[in-house]
């Protein structure tokens, strides 16, 4: 069974910086691209970044590109967000999710999802 499960989140002060893993189990990790979503609180869940499942392509929302870095490990069924500069906005629930057929930012477009893990930027 394909299963998604992310860590790394917590409190952490504006400027300041996470990374957040997403496990995989229970698929063929490399064919399939991972994107990860931010649901704010009482907003819409969005796409933040995501990562082909070569890593050879990624793609980031406006809102996080210069301080967001997306990367896999194939070996160890593992992706990675490395957020730094971190603000207020960023918070909400981080989720990865899985999809075959190319990369998007687009949260329907994904079938497997993860259960997510809170971020908090608080002072």
């Known amino acids: 069974q394909l299963q998604l499960v992310e860590s790394g989140g917590g409190l952490v002060q504006p400027r300041g910086s996470l990374r957040l893993s997403c496990a995989a189990s229970?698929?063929?990790?490399?064919?399939?691209?991972i994107g990860w979503f931010l649901q704010a609180p009482g907003k819409e869940r969005q796409g933040v970044s995501c990562?082909?499942?070569?890593?050879?392509?990624?793609n980031y929302a406006d809102s996080v590109k210069g301080r967001f870095t997306i990367s896999r490990d194939n070996a160890k069924n593992t992706v990675y967000l490395q957020m730094n500069s971190l603000k207020p906005e960023d918070t909400g629930v981080y989720y990865c999710?899985?999809?075959?057929?190319?990369?998007?930012?687009?949260?329907?477009?994904?079938?497997?999802w993860g259960q997510g893990t809170q971020v908090t930027v608080s002072s």
């Open positions: 229970g698929f063929t990790f490399d064919y399939y691209d």
């Open positions: 990562i082909s499942s070569s890593g050879g392509v990624t």
């Open positions: 999710a899985a999809k075959q057929g190319g990369v998007t930012l687009i949260t329907h477009a994904y079938n497997h």
